[in-house]
C-alpha cells in the first residue's frame, strides 16, 4: 500500500490561511473521490472537505464557505485551501480516498495548530 504524503501545516495566528497538499499514488488517486479529514487530541477524525472524480465538492458546516478543496489529476494531488481559521481548527490533517476503507492506508497527517 502507497501511504498518502500530506504537507503545508503549521502554525498559524486566528484569521490566518494555509493550503494543504496531499501526493497520493495514481491508482488511489484517479478512480477514488478524496477527502481531507482531521482528527484533534481526544476526537475521532472527521471529514472537511470531499471532492468527487468529476470535481463535486461536499463541505460539513463548521468549514464551509472557508475551506476549499481541489484536486490536480495530472499531478496526483489534492489540495486543501483554508481561510479565516479559527483556534478550533487545530489538528492534524490528513487525505484518504472517500470512504476510507481497507486497502488505502493512512498517511502520516500535517499538523495545523491556529492560535488565539
Known amino acids: 500500500q502507497v501511504q498518502p504524503v500530506e504537507s503545508g501545516g503549521g502554525l498559524v495566528q486566528a484569521g490566518g490561511s494555509l493550503r494543504l497538499s496531499c501526493a497520493a499514488s495514481g491508482s488511489t488517486f484517479s478512480i477514488n473521490a478524496m477527502g481531507w479529514y482531521r482528527q484533534a487530541p481526544g476526537n475521532q477524525r472527521e471529514l472537511v472537505a470531499l471532492i468527487r472524480s468529476g470535481g463535486i465538492t461536499h463541505y460539513p458546516d463548521s468549514v464551509k464557505g472557508r475551506f476549499t478543496i481541489s484536486r490536480d489529476n495530472a499531478k496526483n494531488t489534492v489540495y486543501l485551501q483554508m481561510n479565516s481559521l479559527k483556534p478550533e481548527d487545530t489538528a492534524v490533517y490528513y487525505c484518504?480516498?472517500?470512504?476510507?476503507?481497507?486497502?488505502?492506508?493512512w498517511g502520516q497527517g500535517t499538523q495545523v495548530t491556529v492560535s488565539s
Open positions: 484518504n480516498v472517500y470512504p476510507p476503507r481497507t486497502g488505502y492506508s
